[in-house]
T-cell receptor
Framework: DAGVTQSPTHLIKTRGQQVTLRCSPK?????VSWYQQALGQGPQFIFQ???????QRGNFPDRFSGHQFPNYSSELNVNALLLGDSALYLC??????????FGQGTRLTVV | AQSVAQPEDQVNVAEGNPLTVKCTYS??????LFWYVQYPNRGLQFLLK??????LVKGSYGFEAEFNKSQTSFHLKKPSALVSDSALYFC??????????????FGGGTRLMVKP
């Protein structure tokens, strides 16, 4: 049983560019959440998707957007990248309100 | 608003000794509480959770945690530490209200160093 898978594992982008990160949830899970983990800090909640709709959002600007597909996979899009967007982006999946299982993360570096 | 505090940036313990990693929380309603572990360049691995019932929760790899409602704490413990337990540990809280969603609020993390 594959767990949560994220792609790519590493990414380098230039300021002002746009990036798309992808996540496939654990088999049987229907809810996907995204977190940003800056170096030396705990993960910060970005948003959560369920039934292809954004259900809850953290304190992140509109430059951060997402999508959930019918197969429950999800994308995180970040526009107009800033240096401060450099972080580990974690995807977590769960079934309804069960505990969340996390992927390995995508390390985004903005230069 | 909910919050989590992990007062120790780092905990050092000798192999074979008991360990405790501290966590206190603040949430408007009754909480769901979680512990996750993160190894270098990896995602978070679920260790254990408190939902309801017994205040002592047992989890993976011999870890356990004690929920104390009056002190709003959820400390992680292990009777005998292993060198392989060295990692970054995160405490997280989620409001159990029906409209609270699945948002986890994490503490800043505690680095556990177990020395041989």
């Amino acid at each position: 049983d594959a767990g949560v898978t994220q792609s790519p594992t590493h990414l380098i982008k230039t300021r002002g560019q746009q990036v798309t990160l992808r996540c496939s949830p654990k088999s049987g899970h229907d809810t996907v959440s995204w977190y940003q983990q800056a170096l030396g800090q705990g993960p910060q909640f970005i948003f959560q998707y369920y039934e292809e709709e954004e259900r809850q959002r953290g304190n992140f600007p509109d430059r951060f957007s997402g999508h959930q597909f019918p197969n429950y996979s999800s994308e995180l899009n970040v526009n107009a990248l800033l240096l401060g967007d450099s972080a580990l982006y974690l995807c977590a999946s769960s079934l309804a309100r069960s505990e969340a299982f996390f992927g390995q993360g995508t390390r985004l570096t903005v230069v | 608003a909910q919050s989590v505090a992990q007062p120790e940036d780092q905990v050092n313990v000798a192999e074979g000794n008991p360990l405790t990693v501290k966590c206190t929380y603040s949430v408007s309603g009754n909480p769901y509480l979680f512990w996750y572990v993160q190894y270098p360049n990896r995602g978070l691995q679920f260790l254990l959770k408190y939902i309801t019932g017994d205040n002592l929760v047992k989890g993976s790899y011999g870890f356990e945690a004690e929920f104390n409602k009056s002190q709003t704490s959820f400390h992680l413990k292990k009777p005998s530490a292993l060198v392989s337990d060295s990692a970054l540990y995160f405490c997280a809280v989620r409001d159990r209200g029906n409209n609270a969603g699945n948002m986890l609020t994490f503490g800043g993390g505690t680095r556990l160093m177990v020395k041989p």
